[in-house]
């Protein structure tokens, strides 16, 4: 079984969790746990009184540190007092209007739950999962079409950043994630550029990792995605992603295709004249 978590937390605090794109914090003093954190890695879900019960379910995105106040708690403060946040994938929840009524009492969790953010052991968490499998309904996966975009827009990334002497690469490893392509200078050094490419998804989960690479490497940053969600990015970079709103830069679809096809083109003009 791959690791499961308990995620503890008030009422109001879910809630804030919830309506911010599904994020969680934890504070400073439990970093060596958030460092073992890994993309989807299993969440239960448990709301402390006076609803007192498991909530749901969900699976760990990716992880970023943040500055920025979010629960009201840290607004009151005005200081962040949960700074090790990740995101997360809900893979059932019950509705907030309904815990008081609907919210499991699993037996296993009580004797644990008290020591809030943990990792849970097999048992435990198989206790926990045997009792919400009536609720669970299978989500539908990406269609092939939207897969085989993301993977040709990839591939056609990782050729530009070959084109220009880089060593690029896809699916490169970060801290129990992947990023989707990455070009280095030499084959030691940190990635320089970095790029997320978002097809029919939800782009906070891009931004994240992007942050992420930013704060780790000091890397460049793109994400690459359709125009439509402009304006959804634009917000979260006045929002959530503020810090590096001046370094993250959008490149929309056709305008990558297009650079593709130039980039293309000129590698090719230069063959032809023996010129590399």
């Given at each position: 079984m791959s690791s499961h978590w308990l995620v503890v937390?008030?009422?109001?605090?879910?809630?804030?969790?919830?309506?911010?794109?599904?994020?969680w914090g934890l504070q400073s003093t439990k970093i060596q746990w958030w460092e073992r954190l890994s993309e989807g890695d299993g969440l239960i879900f448990y709301v402390t009184r006076p609803i007192g019960g498991a909530i749901g379910l969900g699976k760990v995105r990716t992880k970023f540190k943040q500055d920025k106040p979010l629960w009201p708690r840290?607004?009151?403060?005005?200081?962040?007092?949960?700074?090790?946040?990740?995101?997360?994938?809900?893979?059932?929840?019950?509705?907030?209007?309904?815990?008081?009524?609907?919210?499991?009492?699993?037996?296993a969790l009580r004797a644990v739950v008290q020591a809030?953010?943990?990792?849970?052991?097999?048992?435990?968490?198989?206790?926990?999962?045997?009792?919400?499998?009536?609720?669970?309904?299978?989500?539908?996966?990406?269609t092939p079409e939207i897969e085989e975009l993301h993977e040709a827009l990839k591939r056609k990334l990782v050729?530009?950043?070959?084109?220009?002497k880089f060593l690029a690469e896809p699916e490169y490893p970060m801290e129990g994630t992947r990023?989707?392509?990455v070009w280095r200078r030499v084959e030691k050094s940190v990635p320089t550029y970095v790029f997320e490419v978002q097809v029919g998804g939800d782009i906070y989960h891009a931004l994240a990792k992007l942050k992420h690479a930013y704060d780790?490497?000091?890397?460049?940053?793109?994400?690459?995605?359709?125009?439509?969600?402009?304006?959804?990015?634009?917000?979260?970079?006045?929002?959530?992603?503020?810090?590096v709103r001046e370094r993250l830069?959008?490149?929309?679809?056709?305008k990558l295709e297009d650079l593709y096809s130039r980039k293309r083109a000129y590698r090719e003009l230069e063959d032809s004249l023996g010129i590399f």
């Open positions: 937390g008030a009422p109001e605090h879910w809630r804030v969790a919830f309506e911010n794109g599904n994020i840290e607004v009151e403060a005005n200081r962040v007092i949960w700074p090790l946040r990740f995101e997360f994938d809900v893979d059932f929840c019950f509705g907030p209007e309904d815990w008081k009524v609907q919210r499991l009492e699993v037996d809030g953010f943990q990792p849970l052991k097999s048992k435990a968490a198989q206790c926990a999962l045997d009792a919400f499998s009536p609720f669970l309904r299978r989500t539908p996966a990406a050729e530009m950043g070959r084109i220009q990023l989707d392509v780790l490497w000091n890397s460049r940053i793109f994400l690459v995605a359709a125009a439509q969600e402009t304006t959804k990015f634009n917000s979260l970079m006045s929002g959530t992603f503020h810090e830069r959008f490149i929309e679809i056709p």
